[in-house]
């Protein structure tokens, strides 16, 4: 009788779904997904701190709209330092970049606690978001390895709830602690305790299987940055770029301004703004689960295709709203929030689930960060423009509606270009054993 095959020596990803159904193969992917959701948990929870305390950091140091948006811009650099980290992802292991990330947060959140100067304050959130960039990075790619093909567009809805779910917690302290007249920079007093108990969650995490099987053959000390541009895959590589440009120029406004437009353009009290969030944000994450669905359903590219569309829509029903003179401003943002909220964080799964499978296991992080840099450049373009044009647009709301529209042109492309890799294994949608056979350089 054959005996039965040795679960540790054979990736998730490959093992069939009876196997992965035992109980050592289950308890495996539930270890995996829960430290990993813990580790996004307070990653959410520190790169919400700055867009929700923005009306009060703005008060603090003496900044108006255009100020504000340039130190947005300067923020957006943090993108250079993530692309470094995302490199050695596939370097040196998932694990190991993990570790480095959630010591550095904390220490990053406790410096711009302590910081006077706004160039001081600055330059620890690009440092915070660097390495923050990174464990997201590292979490997501870990979670597209640890699942098999059914799950997989699943595990990246449960990386997005933990995420969500630690923003959601720095919305529900802000109004608690207005109200009580704590500054606002408490919520970094609270990120930077979290230098006690994030680090256990990152040693405890285990390293990729697949990651260790790539470096053990080689590949991952042969392959290049650029590899991701080698002829197999120059045309899904030069689509996202473009892509990437449109989506983070567009997230960049509706998701750092939301509480801004909410307090200081239409007038809602910090309770008000943070009840809105609140129930948006729950109520929106609905759209990570309805995003699995829908990538498992009927796959990752019409998933991102319909709900990037939508996400231009729900944008300008929020940020061009409410008319004048309506009776119930909150409604109207709640509703117009509840529904951004829902599809932004499904096209965020179906693009998740997508990137993670379109590249090999030497180059999976390696690509996040390219595209993390070239999100740079557009999320710096489009504070950019938000800063000098605020004024002659007649405020950032509406600017942030104008960036709204690229997400349409963005999805398009994204439907028109990039393969579609639902059902299919790692190795399969990644091109796995042509980049292995013809070398990196091929």
């Given amino acids: 009788m054959a005996s039965e095959p040795d679960l540790a020596a054979v990736p998730v990803d490959d093992q069939p779904l009876p196997l992965y159904e035992t109980e050592a193969t289950r308890a495996y992917a539930r ?3 829960l430290l990993v959701a813990g580790i996004l948990f307070y990653q959410g929870y520190a790169s919400a701190i700055v867009p929700i305390a923005s009306p009060w950091i703005a008060k603090s140091f003496s900044l108006d709209q255009s100020a504000l948006a340039a130190v947005f811009a300067w923020m ?7 692309i470094a980290l995302a490199r050695m992802v596939d370097r040196f292991g998932r694990r190991r970049v993990m570790v480095w990330s959630m010591l550095a947060m904390p220490i990053s959140v406790l410096g711009a606690a302590l910081s006077t100067h706004l160039a001081s304050f600055v330059l620890c959130l690009i440092l915070m978001n660097s390495f923050g960039g990174a464990a997201l990075a590292s979490g997501i790619v870990i979670v597209a390895e640890a ?3 059914a799950l997989r567009a699943q595990g990246q809805s449960w990386a997005g709830l933990a995420a969500a779910a630690g923003a959601g917690f720095t919305i529900f302290l802000m109004p608690i602690l207005d109200r009580g007249g704590i500054s606002w920079r408490m919520l970094l007093w609270i990120g930077a305790a979290g230098i006690v108990v994030v680090p256990l969650l990152a ?4 390293e990729s299987q697949r ?3 790539a470096a053990e053959s080689g590949d991952t000390s042969r392959a290049r940055f650029y590899d991701i541009f080698v002829p197999l895959y120059r045309k899904r590589s030069v689509a996202l770029t473009f892509c990437t440009i449109f989506a ?3 997230g960049e406004g509706i998701t750092t301004y939301a509480y801004f437009h909410a307090v200081s353009v239409v007038g809602l009290s910090a309770a008000a703004a943070s009840l809105m969030m609140l129930i948006g944000g729950g109520v929106g994450m609905l759209g990570f689960p309805a995003g699995a669905w829908s990538a498992e359903k009927f796959g990752r590219v019409p998933t991102v295709v319909m709900c990037g569309i939508a996400v231009a829509a729900g944008g300008l029903l929020f940020y061009w709203g409410p008319p004048g003179h309506f009776a119930w401003p909150f409604t109207w943002l709640m509703i117009a929030f509840c529904l951004l909220n829902i599809v932004n964080n499904a096209v965020t799964v179906g693009s998740n689930a997508a990137f993670t499978e379109l590249y090999p296991t030497a180059l999976r992080g390696t690509s996040i960060g390219w595209f993390a840099l070239i999100g740079a450049g557009a999320s710096l373009s ?10 002659p647009l007649g405020g950032i709301s509406n600017g942030v509606g104008y960036l709204a529209l690229l997400a349409i042109p963005g999805a398009v492309l994204f439907g028109l270009t990039i393969d579609e890799t639902r059902g299919l ?3 399969e949608s990644a091109r796995e054993a042509a980049f292995e056979g013809r070398g990196s350089r091929a």
């Avoid at 957006?76 to 993530?82: H, K, Q, R, S, T």
């Avoid at 040693?203 to 285990?206: K, M």
């Avoid at 489009?382 to 605020?390: D, I, K, T, V």
């Fill in 425 to 427: 294994s790692l190795d």
């Fill in 248 to 250: 983070m120029a567009c």
């Fill in 31 to 33: 270890k995996v997904v």
């Fill in 147 to 149: 699942m098999p093909i």
């Fill in 76 to 82: 957006a650099f943090a993108y250079l330092g993530a």
């Fill in 203 to 206: 040693r405890a995490l285990p």
């Fill in 382 to 391: 489009a504070e950019a423009g938000l800063s000098r044009l605020a004024k």
């Fill in 211 to 213: 990651w260790e099987a």
